[in-house]
């Protein structure tokens, strides 16, 4: 069965550039959760969606940040305008149910020049 | 507000030896959820090992097992007969559904394995 998929793996832009990050998670994973890794803050959380639906954004840093999660099966994470402090890696994980273990993708390494 | 420490930046072991990385954690739930992630360079996030807090028997898989105190809010991960694969980072985390199930990550410790 494939794992979690995040595209693109690597993404270079310039500062006021909108970047939308992409998710695919695991067939039948009812939770999606968006992280974020810098070196500065570790990983974080952002914001997580069971069945579809936004539960907690607490984790989203600014209003140029936004989640759409349209179906099971896929979800975006959009920055607009991107900053040079966006740079970061950006992880997402899915899970059968929210109380089950969360599998990561890849990551998306994002670099704002 | 939950917290997890993992006070070791960096570790080193020789191959086929034993090492032990520590976690501790602050909480004041008593149904949680303890994690082990290994981040090699590839930055893949990798489920090393979970263990139920309600569970008084330490979680094993293969050459990993954790030493879980829960009056102490430790969580140690040992890797026995250390191999070269094993060289990555090493995140602890801890998860409560009372704080929307969310992963909250240690600094994470840098194991290197020698040959």
């Known amino acids: 069965d494939a794992g979690v998929i995040q595209s693109p793996r690597h993404e270079v832009t310039e500062m006021g550039q909108e970047v939308t990050l992409r998710c695919k998670p695991i067939s039948g994973h009812n939770s999606l959760f968006w992280y974020r890794q810098t070196m500065m803050r570790g990983l974080e959380l952002l914001i997580y969606?069971?069945?579809?639906?936004?539960?907690?954004d607490s984790g989203m840093p600014e209003d140029r940040f936004s989640a759409k999660m349209p179906n099971a099966s896929f979800s975006t994470l959009k920055i607009q305008p991107s900053e040079p402090r966006d740079s970061a890696v950006y992880f997402c994980a899915s899970s059968a149910t929210r109380a089950d273990t969360q599998y990561f993708g890849p990551g998306t390494r994002l670099t704002v020049l | 507000a939950q917290t997890v420490t993992q006070s070791q930046p960096e570790m080193s072991v020789q191959e086929a030896e034993t090492v032990t990385l520590s976690c501790t954690y602050d909480t004041s739930e008593s149904d949680y959820y303890l994690f082990w992630y290994k981040q090699p360079p590839s930055r893949q996030m990798i489920l090393v090992i979970r263990q139920e807090a309600y569970k008084q028997q330490n979680a094993t898989e293969n050459r990993f097992s954790v030493n879980f105190q829960k009056a102490a809010k430790s969580f140690s991960l040992k890797i026995s007969d250390s191999q070269l694969g094993d060289a990555a980072m090493y995140f602890c985390?801890?998860?409560?559904?009372?704080?929307?199930?969310?992963?909250?990550f240690g600094a994470g410790t840098i194991l290197r394995v020698k040959s």
């Open positions: 985390a801890y998860r409560t559904m009372r704080y929307g199930n969310k992963l909250v």
């Open positions: 969606f069971n069945n579809n639906v936004p539960i907690d």
